[in-house]
């Protein structure tokens, strides 16, 4: 589920490995070039987090449904990479949720829950929010204004663009601003003791500061390139540490 500025442009011109995504033919750039059914289950799931948030559910209870999950697909992934049949089956099930790279790949869904394993299992209740918030929302506005706006601004790293940086980082500062400063005391009632991390009573740092350390943190942590690492994984665990000790520190 990996949102790069630029870099889903090249899938529009690989070959389908012998596959024929249907969805990709029948709807063309809609999903090749846009990836509109892939942006909008990404971004959803920040907006069911939301709503579970403000429901009171024990985020405590989601690093092992999500280790599950990703045992599940991953033993989806080797066998359908070793029997072209069931590849044929699987991708045709959620082609229009793959990329074309991804048929004799591992699916980026992957690194994506190895990051929210990651964050849930260790950060308190906020941070882990907060980095999936980002993952979902601002890697989302980073992928969408990089493709439209990318070739306009300079490259900072390997696929990422300044323009997609700039969204990421705006996307990021509205973020941590809204769930702060409107959700946690409207919804206060749902948090245990030491669940968030920032208080503004207590921390040296004021709402407006955190917002733009948010919107740094989701900027850095979308458009850094660590090892070439799929950034479904880093967002996560990058916005999980540096929220962490920012709120700590």
């Known amino acids: 589920m990996s949102m790069f500025h630029i870099q889903s442009l090249s899938d529009v011109h690989l070959p389908v490995q ?120 601002s890697d989302t506005a980073a992928s969408t204004f990089g493709r439209m706006y990318g070739h306009l601004t300079p490259k900072i790293a390997r696929n990422k663009s300044l323009a997609g940086s700039i969204a990421a980082f705006v996307v990021g500062l509205v973020t941590v601003s809204a769930f702060y400063g409107i959700f946690v005391p409207r919804y206060n009632h749902v948090n245990k003791a030491h669940d968030i991390s920032w208080n503004p009573e207590t921390s040296n740092l004021d709402l407006a500061t955190l917002s733009l350390l948010g919107g740094f943190v989701a900027s850095l942590s979308e458009g850094i390139d660590l090892f070439n690492w799929d950034d479904n994984f880093t967002i996560p665990v990058l916005s999980s540490l540096f929220m962490y000790f920012v709120t700590k520190l």
């Open 18 to 137: 012998e596959i024929r995504f249907k969805s990709h033919e029948w709807f063309g750039d809609f999903i090749t070039k846009h990836e509109i059914p892939r942006k909008f289950l990404h971004s959803s799931i920040g907006f069911v987090t939301l709503y579970l948030y403000t429901r009171g559910f024990d985020y405590t209870k989601v690093a092992a449904p999500l280790t599950i999950a990703f045992i599940i697909i991953f033993t989806l992934d080797l066998i359908r990479l070793n029997w072209h049949m069931f590849n044929v089956a699987y991708c045709r099930t959620v082609g229009m949720l793959m990329r074309k790279r991804e048929v004799n790949h591992f699916n980026g869904v992957l690194w994506y829950l190895l990051g929210l394993i990651f964050s849930f299992g260790i950060f308190p209740k906020d941070v882990c929010l907060i980095s999936l918030f980002l993952l979902s929302w």
